[in-house]
């Protein structure tokens, strides 16, 4: 009796080594990333391998996700303008959260509103998109805070504006604006007009259900929404004051 209960302490320790040298590994992957991608391009983002993966065991061999990385000076300045108004207008600011927009969900929440956009800011999104899974939980929403904490020290709000818009998902399959602007409008993310940037700026509460390909009504009373809030934060002169481009 006595050597089974030595041989089962032994293995439980087995697997508690095991599991925390796992983690370990996972949190030091982590870590390099975020040195790594403060200077390197991203090949590819958790989510696309998600997305690719979960298209292959559903037996959707068809579906391939695409992206084609472009530094900051070959995207057109309408379309970082265009993602600040429309997800995170106090980006500059905070430190990778935004307090109010937190308390404005929770409120809204309270009150059975539902809000227009969530209380993720761009450098949420950015670390989610990058490191994790998608989905919603509270053990995924602890991982993105401490990855945000991460990306915000080590990078610039510039990189972080630029990674964001090279992984975020426009559509099934296209990641990234560069793959968008050419899929979309058949033009390189260099030459995107306001109107299209907000278009594209217009899907990203939800890409699977809204469409820059054929946009709803909801969608393009967005886009005009969002060309609007463009124009209140200054234009190109905003993005140059707050050294994001």
Not at 212 to 238: C, D, F, H, N, T
Request: aromatic share 12%; glycine share 10%; hydrophobic share 45%.
């Amino acid at each position: 009796m006595k050597k089974r209960r030595r041989q089962g302490n032994g293995l439980l320790m087995r697997l508690r080594f095991w599991a925390v040298r796992a983690v370990l590994a996972v949190v030091g992957l982590w870590a390099a990333g975020i040195v790594i991608f403060a200077f390197l391009p991203v090949p590819f983002s958790a989510v696309m391998v998600e997305r690719q993966l979960g298209a292959w065991l559903s037996g959707d061999f068809g579906y391939v996700a695409h992206q084609d990385w472009v530094p900051m000076d070959e995207i057109s300045p309408y379309m970082a303008l265009a993602v600040i108004a429309a997800e995170d207008q106090k980006f500059p600011q905070h430190w990778g959260f935004d307090l109010g927009a937190i308390e404005s969900v929770i409120d809204g929440g309270d009150k059975g509103d539902k809000p227009v956009r969530g209380a993720s800011t761009i450098s949420q999104q950015t670390s989610k998109n990058l490191f994790l899974w998608d989905g919603r939980s509270w053990v995924r929403k602890g991982l993105e805070a401490g990855l945000t904490l991460g990306t915000e020290v080590v990078w610039t709000k510039r990189r972080i504006l630029t990674v964001y818009l090279n992984i975020v998902e426009f559509g099934p399959g296209v990641f990234g604006v560069e793959e968008a602007a050419r899929r979309y409008f058949h033009k390189p993310a260099s030459r995107l007009t306001a109107s299209e940037a907000a278009l594209l700026a217009a899907v990203l509460p939800n890409p699977h259900r809204f469409s820059a390909k054929a946009p709803s009504g909801y969608v393009l009373r967005r886009q005009q929404w969002i060309l609007r809030q463009m124009r209140q934060l200054g234009g190109e002169g905003y993005l140059k004051q707050n050294k994001l481009y």
